[in-house]
Nanobody
Framework: QVQLVESGGGLVQPGGSLRLSCSAS????????MGWYRQAPGKQRELAAT???????NYADSVKGRFTISRDNAKNTVYLQMNSLKPEDTAVYYC??????????????????WGQGTQVTVSS
C-alpha cells in the first residue's frame, strides 16, 4: 500500500506561482511514474503533468511552459512548480503514483495510488 500526501496549495493571484509537493510513503518500492492531475468544479479529472523515474516528463497542453514537474527519488517526493497561474488553473490537484511489480522477468502487475488532493485557487 502506498500513501500520498499533498501540500502547497492555496490562494494566489493571476500571474502568481505555487509549488505543490507530494510525499509517498508505505510500500514505495517499484514506483515508477508519478504525476499531478487536477479536477475543476464541474469538470472531469485531467492530467496536468507526469514524470517517470528516469526523469521523462509529459504535460498537458494547457500547462506547457508554465508548469514544471520534478521528483526527488531519494525523498520519494514529486513537485509541481506552477508559474504564471491563470484562473482556469483553479482546481483540486491530486498526486498520483504508478507502481509496477514484477513476479518474474516477464510477468508484472500495475497499480495506481492517489492522494487526497490540495486546493489551488487562482483569483484576484
Amino acid at each position: 500500500q502506498v500513501q500520498l500526501v499533498e501540500s502547497g496549495g492555496g490562494l494566489v493571484q493571476p500571474g502568481g506561482s505555487l509549488r505543490l509537493s507530494c510525499s509517498a510513503s508505505g510500500s514505495i518500492f517499484n514506483i515508477n511514474a508519478m504525476g499531478w492531475y487536477r479536477q475543476a468544479p464541474g469538470k472531469q479529472r485531467e492530467l496536468a503533468a507526469t514524470i517517470t523515474g528516469g526523469g521523462s516528463t509529459n504535460y498537458a497542453d494547457s500547462v506547457k511552459g508554465r508548469f514544471t514537474i520534478s521528483r526527488d527519488n531519494a525523498k520519494n517526493t514529486v513537485y509541481l512548480q506552477m508559474n504564471s497561474l491563470k484562473p482556469e488553473d483553479t482546481a483540486v490537484y491530486y498526486c498520483n503514483a504508478h507502481k509496477r511489480t514484477y513476479s518474474t522477468f516477464s510477468d508484472y502487475s500495475d497499480y495506481d495510488f492517489w492522494g487526497q488532493g490540495t486546493q489551488v485557487t487562482v483569483s484576484s
